[in-house]
C-alpha cells in the first residue's frame, strides 16, 4: 500500500557531525617489532568527525535509492606505551566514502540503509622509544597510508520543507591491511601492517536541488 509523502527525488549536497570509536591496529608479522610474531595491538579512544556530502536520489513509487560521496575530517590521535619498551601510535586524519544507498519512504520520513567503499588516511607507528616516534635510530615501524575498506550503515532522514532534512545514521567502517617493511633494518622479516576501523553516529542536514 502506498504512503503518500514528499518527493525524494534529485541531487542534494549536505553537511555532517559525528561522535564514535575510532581505531587503529597493528600487528607484526616478523616478530621483531613487538617482540612476538602475529603479535597485533589495537589501539582505540571516542573521537569526533566532521564532512561534507553530496548525492543523488531516484524514486519508484515509496522505494528510494541513489549514490553518494562524502568527505571527513576526524579527531582520532592516539598513542599507547607498553612493556616499558615500546610506543604506538594511531591516528585517522580523513576519510573518503562513496556508498550506494536505498530505503523506504513513509511519508516526509526516509528510512534507508547503506554501503559502499571507504578510503581513509592512516597514521602510526610503532617504536622502541617508548618517549617518542620521531624519524630515528630508535624508530622501528612507521606508517602514513590511504586504506581501502567497506562501509556499512543506516538510518532516517526527515523534511522539514521541500529543500532542508536532517539526518541521523550509524555508520561502520572497516579497512583492509597495508604491509609495511621496517624502517629500522629495512629486512623482510621486520613486516609489520596496519589497519583502520571505526563506528560512528552522524548528524547532518541536507539541501535538496
Not at 115 to 142: P, Q, R, V
Amino acid at each position: 500500500m502506498s504512503v503518500s509523502g514528499s518527493d525524494w527525488s534529485g541531487a542534494y549536497v549536505g553537511g555532517f557531525l559525528g561522535a564514535g570509536i575510532f581505531a587503529g591496529t597493528a600487528q607484526d608479522l616478523g616478530g621483531d617489532a613487538l617482540d612476538g610474531e602475529g603479535i597485533a595491538i589495537r589501539l582505540h579512544d571516542p573521537a569526533a568527525e566532521f564532512g561534507i556530502r553530496a548525492g543523488y536520489n531516484l524514486q519508484r513509487g515509496n522505494f528510494v535509492y541513489g549514490g553518494e560521496i562524502d568527505l571527513s575530517g576526524t579527531t582520532f590521535d592516539v598513542d599507547a606505551q607498553y612493556d616499558d619498551d615500546y610506543r604506538q601510535e594511531a591516528s585517522t586524519a580523513a576519510m573518503l566514502g562513496i556508498t550506494g544507498r536505498a530505503g523506504l519512504a513513509m511519508g516526509d520520513t526516509l528510512a534507508f540503509v547503506r554501503g559502499g567503499i571507504g578510503f581513509a588516511k592512516i597514521g602510526g607507528c610503532i617504536s622502541d622509544d617508548e618517549d617518542s616516534c620521531e624519524f630515528d635510530d630508535d624508530e622501528i615501524l612507521d606508517v602514513s597510508e590511504t586504506v581501502t575498506g567497506v562501509i556499512l550503515g543506516a538510518g532516517i532522514e526527515h523534511q522539514f520543507s521541500d529543500a532542508l532534512s536532517m539526518t541521523v545514521e550509524v555508520m561502520q567502517f572497516e579497512s583492509g591491511y597495508t604491509d609495511l617493511i621496517s624502517y629500522d633494518s629495512g629486512t623482510d622479516d621486520d613486516v609489520a601492517r596496519f589497519s583502520a576501523d571505526s563506528k560512528s553516529l552522524r548528524l547532518g542536514v541536507n539541501y535538496s536541488f
